[in-house]
Nanobody, 116 residues
């Protein structure tokens, strides 16, 4: 059973920083690329960061490029998203996700709120 548990969200002022993490289990974590997606109220879910299984390749949405950094610790089956210079438009629920076979899995997500 694939399980993705995100944590570390919270409230932060504009310009602040936050690092969220995702503990993965139920699949061979070090063999799969991972993503961070987010969904703001009234908006569609969007992918913000991608990392290959070994971490050699990382891709970001234009809206977060230069501010967010995705990383992983395969020895601990954990995915991270370091967010800096946060903006109000980054307010969303953040989900880690993985595609295993033909199916996508998301965890319960963690809320990030950026406001003055």
């Amino acid at each position: 059973q694939v399980l993705l548990v995100a944590s570390g969200g919270g409230s932060v002022q504009p310009g602040g920083s936050l690092t969220i993490s995702c503990a993965a289990s139920g699949f061979n974590f070090n063999k799969y690329a991972m993503r961070w997606d987010r969904q703001a109220p009234g908006k569609e879910r969007e992918s913000v960061a991608f990392i290959t299984n070994g971490g050699a390749r990382k891709d970001y949405a234009d809206s977060v490029k230069g501010r967010f950094t995705v990383s992983r610790d395969n020895s601990k089956n954990t995915l991270f998203l370091q967010m800096t210079n946060l903006k109000p438009e980054d307010t969303a629920r953040y989900y880690c996700s993985v595609q295993v076979g033909s199916r996508d899995y998301w965890g319960q997500g963690t809320q990030v709120t950026v406001s003055a």
